[in-house]
Protein backbone atom coordinates (compact mmCIF):
# COMPACT_ATOMS: atom_id res chain seq x y z
CA UNK A 1 0.00 0.00 0.00
CA UNK A 2 1.99 2.37 -0.88
CA UNK A 3 1.96 6.42 -2.15
CA UNK A 4 1.39 6.95 -5.63
CA UNK A 5 2.15 10.78 -7.06
CA UNK A 6 -0.71 11.62 -8.86
CA UNK A 7 -0.64 14.76 -11.45
CA UNK A 8 0.69 18.06 -9.64
CA UNK A 9 -1.76 20.67 -9.68
CA UNK A 10 -1.96 24.27 -9.70
CA UNK A 11 -2.51 26.08 -6.65
CA UNK A 12 -2.28 29.84 -4.89
CA UNK A 13 1.63 30.94 -3.67
CA UNK A 14 0.44 30.53 -0.18
CA UNK A 15 -0.64 27.52 0.25
CA UNK A 16 2.86 25.55 1.10
CA UNK A 17 3.75 21.67 1.41
CA UNK A 18 0.74 20.41 -0.43
CA UNK A 19 0.68 17.45 -2.35
CA UNK A 20 -1.65 15.41 -4.09
CA UNK A 21 -1.51 11.75 -4.23
CA UNK A 22 -3.21 7.96 -3.88
CA UNK A 23 -3.15 5.29 -1.50
CA UNK A 24 -4.42 1.55 -2.10
CA UNK A 25 -6.45 1.01 1.29
CA UNK A 26 -6.84 -2.30 0.43
CA UNK A 27 -10.62 -4.42 0.72
CA UNK A 28 -13.20 -2.99 2.34
CA UNK A 29 -16.34 -4.64 3.51
CA UNK A 30 -20.01 -2.17 3.06
CA UNK A 31 -22.26 -1.95 5.35
CA UNK A 32 -24.29 -3.94 3.00
CA UNK A 33 -21.87 -6.88 2.92
CA UNK A 34 -20.74 -6.13 0.01
CA UNK A 35 -17.00 -6.16 -0.41
CA UNK A 36 -15.15 -4.01 -2.90
CA UNK A 37 -11.89 -5.66 -3.55
CA UNK A 38 -9.68 -3.28 -3.88
CA UNK A 39 -10.07 0.36 -3.09
CA UNK A 40 -8.02 3.79 -3.20
CA UNK A 41 -8.41 7.17 -2.20
CA UNK A 42 -6.95 10.25 -3.68
CA UNK A 43 -6.09 12.93 -1.44
CA UNK A 44 -4.79 16.47 -0.90
CA UNK A 45 -2.09 16.99 2.53
CA UNK A 46 -0.94 20.88 3.56
CA UNK A 47 1.61 21.41 5.86
CA UNK A 48 3.24 18.37 8.03
CA UNK A 49 2.92 15.82 10.50
CA UNK A 50 3.67 16.98 13.81
CA UNK A 51 6.37 13.84 15.31
CA UNK A 52 3.63 12.94 17.34
CA UNK A 53 0.91 12.65 15.08
CA UNK A 54 -1.32 15.28 17.09
CA UNK A 55 -2.22 18.20 14.61
CA UNK A 56 -3.83 16.47 11.61
CA UNK A 57 -7.07 17.94 10.84
CA UNK A 58 -9.36 16.08 8.62
CA UNK A 59 -11.43 18.16 5.76
CA UNK A 60 -14.48 16.95 4.23
CA UNK A 61 -15.83 17.92 0.92
CA UNK A 62 -19.45 18.09 -0.26
CA UNK A 63 -21.16 16.12 -2.58
CA UNK A 64 -19.22 16.95 -5.81
CA UNK A 65 -16.19 18.10 -4.00
CA UNK A 66 -13.17 17.00 -4.76
CA UNK A 67 -9.56 16.65 -2.47
CA UNK A 68 -8.74 20.12 -3.72
CA UNK A 69 -9.82 22.01 -0.24
CA UNK A 70 -7.96 24.62 -0.96
CA UNK A 71 -9.87 25.15 -4.25
CA UNK A 72 -12.99 25.25 -3.22
CA UNK A 73 -12.52 26.58 0.40
CA UNK A 74 -10.31 29.45 -0.45
CA UNK A 75 -9.02 31.84 2.20
CA UNK A 76 -9.35 29.31 4.65
CA UNK A 77 -5.91 26.92 4.20
CA UNK A 78 -2.61 28.15 4.30
CA UNK A 79 0.09 30.07 6.49
CA UNK A 80 -1.33 32.11 9.58
CA UNK A 81 -5.40 31.54 8.10
CA UNK A 82 -7.91 29.50 9.87
CA UNK A 83 -6.16 26.12 8.90
CA UNK A 84 -2.78 27.33 9.90
CA UNK A 85 -0.33 25.07 7.67
CA UNK A 86 2.18 26.22 10.10
CA UNK A 87 0.52 24.41 13.19
CA UNK A 88 -1.97 21.90 11.45
CA UNK A 89 -1.92 18.96 8.53
CA UNK A 90 -4.67 19.19 6.73
CA UNK A 91 -6.02 16.22 4.95
CA UNK A 92 -8.67 16.29 2.33
CA UNK A 93 -9.36 12.67 0.48
CA UNK A 94 -11.92 12.17 -2.33
CA UNK A 95 -14.67 10.53 -0.90
CA UNK A 96 -15.30 6.80 -1.80
CA UNK A 97 -17.58 6.71 -4.60
CA UNK A 98 -16.44 9.69 -6.13
CA UNK A 99 -14.80 10.31 -9.34
CA UNK A 100 -11.82 12.72 -8.77
CA UNK A 101 -9.30 9.96 -8.06
CA UNK A 102 -11.10 7.58 -5.25
CA UNK A 103 -12.40 4.22 -6.08
CA UNK A 104 -15.81 5.06 -7.59
CA UNK A 105 -18.41 3.80 -10.87
CA UNK A 106 -15.55 5.02 -13.47
CA UNK A 107 -12.75 2.76 -11.50
CA UNK A 108 -11.90 -0.40 -13.36
CA UNK A 109 -13.58 -3.26 -11.87
CA UNK A 110 -11.09 -5.98 -10.55
CA UNK A 111 -13.48 -8.86 -10.91
CA UNK A 112 -14.13 -7.60 -14.60
CA UNK A 113 -11.76 -10.17 -17.06
CA UNK A 114 -11.68 -7.15 -19.79
CA UNK A 115 -10.96 -4.58 -17.38
CA UNK A 116 -13.88 -2.37 -17.38
CA UNK A 117 -15.14 0.29 -15.19
CA UNK A 118 -18.10 -0.47 -12.56
CA UNK A 119 -20.42 1.87 -13.98
CA UNK A 120 -23.75 1.15 -12.94
CA UNK A 121 -22.33 -2.38 -11.16
CA UNK A 122 -20.49 -0.09 -8.35
CA UNK A 123 -22.10 -1.28 -4.68
CA UNK A 124 -24.27 1.08 -2.60
CA UNK A 125 -22.61 2.65 -0.24
CA UNK A 126 -23.30 4.91 2.69
CA UNK A 127 -22.00 7.49 4.59
CA UNK A 128 -20.60 5.16 7.25
CA UNK A 129 -18.61 3.15 4.42
CA UNK A 130 -17.10 7.01 3.78
CA UNK A 131 -15.97 6.79 7.17
CA UNK A 132 -14.69 3.35 7.02
CA UNK A 133 -12.17 4.29 4.09
CA UNK A 134 -11.18 7.30 5.36
CA UNK A 135 -10.23 5.57 9.27
CA UNK A 136 -7.94 3.28 6.98
CA UNK A 137 -6.50 6.26 5.65
CA UNK A 138 -5.52 7.85 8.55
CA UNK A 139 -4.18 4.60 9.77
CA UNK A 140 -1.94 4.34 6.96
CA UNK A 141 -0.71 7.80 7.10
CA UNK A 142 -0.33 7.17 11.36
CA UNK A 143 -2.66 9.42 12.37
CA UNK A 144 -4.35 7.65 15.53
CA UNK A 145 -6.44 10.96 15.93
CA UNK A 146 -7.75 13.83 14.43
CA UNK A 147 -7.09 17.31 16.20
CA UNK A 148 -10.50 18.10 14.24
CA UNK A 149 -12.38 16.79 11.50
CA UNK A 150 -14.47 19.54 9.72
CA UNK A 151 -17.23 19.45 6.59
CA UNK A 152 -20.30 20.92 5.36
CA UNK A 153 -23.09 19.73 3.58
CA UNK A 154 -22.28 16.03 3.12
CA UNK A 155 -19.04 17.07 4.57
CA UNK A 156 -20.83 17.84 7.74
CA UNK A 157 -22.63 14.17 7.86
CA UNK A 158 -19.32 12.25 7.27
CA UNK A 159 -17.62 14.24 10.52
CA UNK A 160 -20.79 13.89 12.31
CA UNK A 161 -20.56 9.71 11.20
CA UNK A 162 -16.61 9.78 11.99
CA UNK A 163 -17.19 11.09 15.61
CA UNK A 164 -20.01 8.10 16.43
CA UNK A 165 -18.39 5.35 15.09
CA UNK A 166 -14.46 6.22 16.32
CA UNK A 167 -15.17 8.64 18.99
CA UNK A 168 -11.93 7.78 20.35
CA UNK A 169 -9.91 9.31 17.74
CA UNK A 170 -11.59 12.52 17.35
CA UNK A 171 -11.17 15.43 19.26
CA UNK A 172 -13.30 17.60 17.81
CA UNK A 173 -15.67 17.58 15.46
CA UNK A 174 -17.30 20.67 13.09
CA UNK A 175 -20.12 20.39 11.66
CA UNK A 176 -21.54 22.76 8.90
CA UNK A 177 -24.90 23.04 6.91
CA UNK A 178 -25.89 19.41 8.18
CA UNK A 179 -28.47 17.79 10.08
CA UNK A 180 -28.36 14.48 12.03
CA UNK A 181 -30.62 12.56 9.48
CA UNK A 182 -31.99 13.45 6.42
CA UNK A 183 -35.88 13.70 6.32
CA UNK A 184 -39.03 13.93 3.65
CA UNK A 185 -38.03 16.84 1.94
CA UNK A 186 -34.20 16.26 1.24
CA UNK A 187 -35.18 12.76 0.28
CA UNK A 188 -37.98 13.88 -2.61
CA UNK A 189 -35.17 16.02 -4.09
CA UNK A 190 -32.53 13.64 -3.88
CA UNK A 191 -35.50 11.19 -5.65
CA UNK A 192 -36.18 13.76 -8.69
CA UNK A 193 -32.08 14.15 -9.19
CA UNK A 194 -32.12 9.86 -9.34
CA UNK A 195 -35.08 9.85 -11.90
CA UNK A 196 -33.44 12.09 -13.89
CA UNK A 197 -30.36 10.33 -14.29
CA UNK A 198 -31.92 6.91 -14.37
CA UNK A 199 -33.63 8.21 -16.94
CA UNK A 200 -31.37 9.36 -19.18
CA UNK A 201 -27.84 9.47 -17.92
CA UNK A 202 -26.41 11.60 -20.94
CA UNK A 203 -28.47 14.66 -20.24
CA UNK A 204 -30.04 13.81 -16.60
CA UNK A 205 -26.68 14.75 -15.23
CA UNK A 206 -27.46 18.09 -15.90
CA UNK A 207 -30.87 18.06 -14.94
CA UNK A 208 -29.91 16.59 -11.90
CA UNK A 209 -27.13 19.19 -11.19
CA UNK A 210 -30.10 22.22 -12.11
CA UNK A 211 -32.42 20.48 -9.22
CA UNK A 212 -30.08 20.58 -6.44
CA UNK A 213 -28.26 24.26 -7.53
CA UNK A 214 -32.15 25.29 -6.23
CA UNK A 215 -31.46 24.31 -2.82
CA UNK A 216 -28.32 25.00 -2.61
CA UNK A 217 -29.17 29.06 -3.56
CA UNK A 218 -31.65 31.06 -1.12
CA UNK A 219 -34.69 32.49 -3.30
CA UNK A 220 -34.05 35.86 -2.01
CA UNK A 221 -30.51 35.43 -3.82
CA UNK A 222 -31.73 34.41 -6.96
CA UNK A 223 -34.50 37.21 -7.69
CA UNK A 224 -32.46 39.88 -6.74
CA UNK A 225 -29.80 38.57 -8.87
CA UNK A 226 -32.02 37.65 -11.64
CA UNK A 227 -35.72 38.61 -11.37
CA UNK A 228 -37.33 38.23 -14.45
CA UNK A 229 -34.73 39.21 -16.80
CA UNK A 230 -34.26 37.66 -20.46
CA UNK A 231 -31.07 36.85 -21.56
CA UNK A 232 -30.04 38.43 -24.48
CA UNK A 233 -29.72 35.91 -27.71
CA UNK A 234 -29.59 38.59 -30.96
CA UNK A 235 -32.99 37.00 -31.20
CA UNK A 236 -36.17 38.86 -31.20
CA UNK A 237 -38.37 37.15 -28.60
CA UNK A 238 -41.59 36.73 -30.69
CA UNK A 239 -43.16 34.79 -28.54
CA UNK A 240 -43.45 33.32 -25.11
CA UNK A 241 -41.45 30.30 -26.57
CA UNK A 242 -38.94 32.26 -27.75
CA UNK A 243 -37.88 33.65 -24.36
CA UNK A 244 -34.62 32.63 -22.81
CA UNK A 245 -34.43 34.34 -18.46
CA UNK A 246 -31.03 35.10 -17.13
CA UNK A 247 -32.18 32.71 -14.45
CA UNK A 248 -32.57 29.49 -17.16
CA UNK A 249 -28.97 30.91 -18.42
CA UNK A 250 -27.63 30.62 -15.17
CA UNK A 251 -29.27 27.37 -14.69
CA UNK A 252 -28.09 26.20 -18.08
CA UNK A 253 -24.20 26.92 -17.30
CA UNK A 254 -24.23 25.49 -13.85
CA UNK A 255 -25.40 22.41 -15.45
CA UNK A 256 -22.88 21.96 -18.40
CA UNK A 257 -19.78 22.72 -15.69
CA UNK A 258 -20.72 19.90 -13.51
CA UNK A 259 -21.09 17.88 -16.79
CA UNK A 260 -17.40 18.73 -17.81
CA UNK A 261 -15.95 17.28 -14.60
CA UNK A 262 -18.26 14.83 -13.17
CA UNK A 263 -19.52 11.44 -13.38
CA UNK A 264 -23.35 10.36 -13.96
CA UNK A 265 -23.02 7.23 -11.78
CA UNK A 266 -21.07 8.94 -8.83
CA UNK A 267 -23.43 11.43 -8.66
CA UNK A 268 -26.05 9.09 -8.13
CA UNK A 269 -24.30 6.61 -5.58
CA UNK A 270 -23.30 9.80 -3.32
CA UNK A 271 -26.71 11.31 -3.85
CA UNK A 272 -28.56 7.88 -2.82
CA UNK A 273 -26.09 7.41 0.06
CA UNK A 274 -26.62 11.05 1.49
CA UNK A 275 -30.74 10.25 1.12
CA UNK A 276 -29.84 7.43 3.55
CA UNK A 277 -27.81 9.26 5.92
CA UNK A 278 -29.35 8.40 9.69
CA UNK A 279 -27.55 8.36 12.70
CA UNK A 280 -30.43 6.46 14.44
CA UNK A 281 -30.16 3.77 11.99
CA UNK A 282 -29.15 0.55 14.13
CA UNK A 283 -28.36 3.05 17.35
CA UNK A 284 -31.46 3.95 18.28
CA UNK A 285 -35.07 5.97 16.83
CA UNK A 286 -34.11 8.43 20.24
CA UNK A 287 -31.79 11.08 18.04
CA UNK A 288 -30.04 12.06 21.64
CA UNK A 289 -29.70 8.33 22.68
CA UNK A 290 -27.98 7.72 18.85
CA UNK A 291 -25.83 10.79 19.69
CA UNK A 292 -24.92 9.41 22.95
CA UNK A 293 -21.65 7.76 22.13
CA UNK A 294 -20.16 10.69 20.02
CA UNK A 295 -16.46 11.64 21.12
CA UNK A 296 -15.03 15.07 21.79
CA UNK A 297 -16.33 18.91 21.37
CA UNK A 298 -18.73 19.89 18.86
CA UNK A 299 -18.92 23.00 16.27
CA UNK A 300 -22.22 23.16 14.89
CA UNK A 301 -23.36 25.90 12.46
CA UNK A 302 -26.58 26.62 10.29
CA UNK A 303 -26.39 29.15 7.17
CA UNK A 304 -29.41 31.23 8.11
CA UNK A 305 -31.19 31.46 4.77
CA UNK A 306 -30.04 27.95 4.11
CA UNK A 307 -33.46 25.74 2.47
CA UNK A 308 -32.02 22.58 1.74
CA UNK A 309 -30.87 22.04 5.56
CA UNK A 310 -32.91 24.57 7.25
CA UNK A 311 -31.52 26.34 10.10
CA UNK A 312 -34.32 24.08 12.50
CA UNK A 313 -33.00 20.93 11.61
CA UNK A 314 -28.88 22.05 11.88
CA UNK A 315 -30.44 23.85 15.51
CA UNK A 316 -32.02 20.33 16.66
CA UNK A 317 -28.96 18.19 16.20
CA UNK A 318 -26.67 20.64 17.75
CA UNK A 319 -29.64 20.11 21.10
CA UNK A 320 -28.88 15.72 20.52
CA UNK A 321 -25.55 16.31 21.29
CA UNK A 322 -23.35 14.92 24.67
CA UNK A 323 -22.89 18.28 26.95
CA UNK A 324 -23.92 21.86 25.82
CA UNK A 325 -23.58 22.63 22.00
CA UNK A 326 -24.88 25.70 21.07
CA UNK A 327 -25.89 26.18 17.50
CA UNK A 328 -23.83 28.88 15.05
CA UNK A 329 -25.44 30.96 12.72
CA UNK A 330 -23.79 31.45 9.45
CA UNK A 331 -25.29 35.00 8.07
CA UNK A 332 -26.25 34.56 3.94
CA UNK A 333 -28.32 35.17 1.51
CA UNK A 334 -26.56 32.93 -0.92
CA UNK A 335 -28.75 29.70 0.92
CA UNK A 336 -26.96 26.52 1.84
CA UNK A 337 -23.92 27.31 -0.22
CA UNK A 338 -23.06 29.67 2.17
CA UNK A 339 -21.12 27.60 4.19
CA UNK A 340 -19.08 27.44 1.59
CA UNK A 341 -19.23 31.98 -0.05
CA UNK A 342 -18.83 33.21 3.68
CA UNK A 343 -15.22 32.92 3.92
CA UNK A 344 -14.60 35.21 6.72
CA UNK A 345 -17.20 34.31 9.16
CA UNK A 346 -16.21 30.47 8.63
CA UNK A 347 -13.25 30.84 9.31
CA UNK A 348 -13.90 32.82 12.14
CA UNK A 349 -15.97 30.24 14.08
CA UNK A 350 -13.08 27.76 12.79
CA UNK A 351 -10.38 29.47 14.44
CA UNK A 352 -12.00 29.87 18.08
CA UNK A 353 -13.05 26.28 17.85
CA UNK A 354 -9.77 24.93 16.75
CA UNK A 355 -7.96 27.30 19.68
Known sequence: MTAEPLAPTAEPAEVRAHSHRSLGIGELRLESGAVLPEVTLAFDTYGALSPHGDNAILVEHALTGDSHA??????????????????????????????????????????????????????HITVRDTVSAELRLADLLGIERWHAVLGGSMGGARA???????????ARTGILAAPAHSEADQIA?????????????????GIARQIAHLTYRADVELNHRFGADQQATGVPAEHAGDRYYSIQSYLDHQAAKLMRRFDA????????????????????????????GAGGEFLVAAVSSD???????????????????????ITSWAGHDGFLTESAQVAELLREFLD
Open 265 to 292: ESYAVLTQALMDHDVRRGRSSDLRTALA
Open 189 to 205: WGHIQLQAIRSDPATGL
Open 70 to 123: HEWWPGLIGPGLALDTDRFFVVCANVLGGCSGSTGPTSPDPEDPEGRPYGGRFP
Open 160 to 170: LETALMAPERV
Open 307 to 329: RLYTPEQVRRLAEALPGSVPCET
